[in-house]
């Protein structure tokens, strides 16, 4: 399969594995962890050549991993009929008979969150997830009668890859598969993912502007990006707030330092009041919170080099 150009991004310090708010994330005994896009390419390019046949991608929601699969393969745009891809649920008889119509092809299970949770989809994985080149795949019910073409059994050699935001070995078919594949957790740093966001974004006001504030911000999401420039675009003037409310993990102190930022409130009266109608809470509670306000730092002079949105798995809200 032909490989595709990518931008490659400099190394940076391995970030603590834990989530927005600070809890370690339990992760497989044999995962393989992966703290920038250029190493977690050289892993994806391995899959889109063949060479690896079998790999769990896992890491914190909005970072990219799909947009990462789909340049790998190749893929402009949406998937295609070169790759089966599957996001989130799925029944068992749909997920075997796209296999089928997909067999020797490469296959992408999406958000396998919640397709681990039916046992009869994990059932039909385990076959595919095998370690041999020829994987046997069988449906024995009536169910397959009702679709002429449709074997009871097929072989294919489809090499396959898994997204998932988390992993959790809930019985022994999961354990299964888990045991038979490389798995990689990818925790890039904040500054990691806002490098790699400015190959796509387009906005340099809502980009500075989280920029700025990076160090504070525990888990960064792509996501972020997007959201704010919507909100800048429909007229927001408090965007800059909103925004902090999504990044920081305490939404008083975001509340309070979105205050400072919105020139329609130009004394700390005006900003006690509307800080009083939004949380409920106290003069004396403004003052102590505006002591703990993080501030916001010269943001990475990163250019904007790829308009364009970038669709990542759960916006079509």
Known sequence: ??????????????????????????????????????????????????????VLLLGP?????????????????????????????AQPFGLYQELWRYRDKPIVLDDLDR????????????????????????????????????PTEFTTDSKVIFIANEWRSVNGNVRALEDRTIILWFNPTTGEIHRKTAEWFSDMEVYRFIGSYLPHIPQLSMRYYDKGKRL???????????????????????????????????????????FFTETGLSRSTYFRVKAKIPQPIEPPRNILNRPGKLRLVGDDS
């Open 1 to 54: 399969m032909r490989k595709c150009q990518k931008s490659r991004i400099s190394h940076s310090a391995p970030p603590p594995m834990a989530t927005k708010m600070n809890q370690p994330v339990k992760l497989p005994d044999d995962a393989i962890v992966v703290t920038n896009y250029h190493d977690l390419g050289r892993y994806l390019d391995k899959f889109a050549e063949g060479r690896l046949d079998l």
């Open 61 to 89: 929601p909005g970072i990219g991993k799909t947009e990462a699969v789909k340049q790998a393969l190749c893929l402009d745009g949406n998937f295609c009929d070169k790759v089966l891809y599957i996001e989130g649920h």
């Open 115 to 150: 397709l681990y949770a039916n046992s009869d989809c994990v059932r039909i994985l385990k076959p595919l997830c095998n370690t041999s080149r020829k994987k046997r795949i069988s449906w024995l019910s009536n169910a397959v009668a009702t679709i002429p073409e449709l």
């Open 232 to 274: 800048r675009e429909a007229g927001f003037l408090d965007w800059r707030k909103s925004l902090l409310q999504m990044m920081l993990p305490n939404r008083t102190i975001a509340v309070v330092a979105g205050l400072q930022l919105d020139f329609r409130w130009t004394t700390d009266d005006q900003r006690i009041k509307q």
